[in-house]
């Protein structure tokens, strides 16, 4: 399995690097990335950083999706973050402040969806100040195949079901839920005093198993 995913990796770099070589500045779709071993993926990652290529969302995106494929939740996280403050990926709502926009994460599976909305209840959680309503986009499946919704169904059983949050419909907007203040406010806490004195912390809740899913085009 080590001699095929090196054969894998060395095949994608010969045809990486028979292309025209990208500015360094400009963001790169490696989409190979998401086919590799999740080690041998990042590995290859740091690689492309290293050199001065900024692979784009959708190759971060199959990579992230691997990674949770595989239960590396603490990688997949990393990775996404990694991604946003890369501006590779910016899931907020350039207009609407405290709505999590999932339409821009674009063609992503369930399981990266809701590890944005983990992401997303984290930052509240690590905030400076008590978080008001977070609204959701996850659209109402109008781009799926059938025309069902996949993202919502999975967001609200993440976010009811295993973290016991309190969620509602935004009424007259079916592809928008709203996860009520008074619930968030449970996981937020103000910075405490920790052992001797050498270190602050604060409760943090358990995460849930982000898993990975079908895939659906926000919308």
């Not at 690097?17 to 990042?42: C, D």
């Not at 990652?45 to 939740?73: K, Q, T």
């Not at 984290?122 to 499946?141: C, E, I, K, N, Y």
């Not at 806490?189 to 079908?214: H, K, Q």
């Amino acid at each position: 399995a080590r001699a095929a995913a090196a054969a894998a990796v060395a095949a994608a770099v010969a045809a990486a690097s028979a292309a025209p070589p990208a500015a360094a500045e400009e963001p790169t779709s490696e989409k190979w990335l998401g086919i590799l071993h999740w080690e041998a993926a990042l590995d290859e990652l740091d690689g492309l950083v290293a050199r001065g290529r900024r692979p784009d969302w959708l190759a971060l995106c199959g990579l992230v999706d691997s990674l949770l494929e595989v239960e590396r939740l603490a990688e997949a996280l990393a990775l996404y973050r990694e991604a946003q403050e890369a501006g590779a990926v910016e899931p907020w709502h350039v207009r609407e402040p405290d709505v999590l926009d999932l339409h821009r994460l674009g063609f992503c599976s369930t399981g990266v969806a809701t590890l944005a909305v983990q992401d997303a209840l984290l930052q509240l959680a690590l905030g400076g100040r008590p978080p008001g309503d977070l609204v959701v986009v996850t659209g109402r499946g109008a781009h799926s195949p059938d025309g069902r919704a996949l993202l919502k169904p999975a967001v609200e059983a993440m976010v009811s079901d295993e973290l016991r949050l309190e969620a509602s419909d935004v009424p007259n907007n079916p592809g928008r839920m709203r996860i009520l203040a008074g619930s968030l406010r449970c996981l937020w806490a103000p910075p405490v005093f920790v052992g001797d004195g050498a270190s602050w912390g604060r409760r943090i809740w358990p995460l849930p198993r982000a898993s990975a899913g079908p895939r659906e085009p926000s919308g």
